[in-house]
């Protein structure tokens, strides 16, 4: 069966806290999506070991909106098979609303992409939190450097580099995240290039690389869904 074949079925929730996050990935790496549908508070690589038996994971990658607290309103979150591209709508009375996707690049396998939209009519503020500290590259570019809690094995399996790439720049940078502004209906969009030392002997030029590759976050998502269309 092609996954053409699934673009009648989906994945659909309407209660945040009914069940697991959804599953998602490239076959190179993957994570259960939060509920809040916000980034992963977990991600697994191919090639990033903790010891010879069990895999590493890189985490927390994940997206807070300052001032939202509660139950929404409305809620949904979807995942069409035919395209594995996760959505999810949070709407609240009490403000705090937003559209986000996420979805594992099939057309490139080291790259998440995420996008963030204010379906409020407030202006928000939100922080980016990322597994480590972070080093800033330019104003909408930060770098962190992870590495396995084992000693490293045989192979160079224990180190990784997560470079992110954003739409807009960062209004303040911490130890481990960045503020960002989003008025009324715009949008955020962020690149997350995972590479570990196994991948590339330059691993954390790579990641800078795939970050800020030419090829638009659309066109990055079209890319995505011709390859899983043709599966």
Request: proline share 6%; with cysteine; aromatic share 10%.
């Amino acid at each position: 069966m092609k996954a053409s074949d699934l673009n009648t079925h989906d994945i659909r929730r309407n209660q945040p806290g009914s069940e697991i996050g959804l599953l998602l990935g490239n076959g190179e790496m993957g994570g259960l999506l939060r509920n809040d549908g916000l980034g992963f508070d977990a991600i697994w690589l191919t090639d990033f070991w903790r010891n010879e038996a069990e895999r590493q994971s890189i985490g927390p990658i994940r997206l807070e909106l300052a001032g939202r607290s509660g139950a929404p309103d409305r809620y949904e979150q979807i995942l069409p098979l035919g395209t594995v591209v996760a959505t999810t709508s949070w709407f609240s009375n009490e403000g705090g609303s937003y559209e986000s996707e996420f979805f594992f690049s099939q057309a490139t396998p080291h790259l998440l992409c995420g996008r963030i939209k204010n379906t409020s009519g407030e202006t928000q503020t939100w922080e980016l939190h990322l597994p480590g500290p972070v080093i800033p590259e330019d104003p909408c570019t930060l770098k962190v450097r992870c590495e396995a809690t084992a000693p490293p094995m045989v192979l160079p399996f224990t180190a990784a580099t997560l470079a992110v790439r954003a739409s807009r720049d960062y209004e303040e940078i911490s130890c481990s995240s960045g503020k960002f502004i989003l008025p009324p209906g715009m949008e955020w969009e962020g690149r997350f290039a995972l590479v570990t030392s196994f991948d590339q002997l330059d691993f954390e030029s790579s990641a800078l690389e795939i970050a800020g590759h030419d090829r638009s976050y659309s066109d990055e998502k079209s890319a995505h869904t011709a390859i899983w269309e043709n599966y």
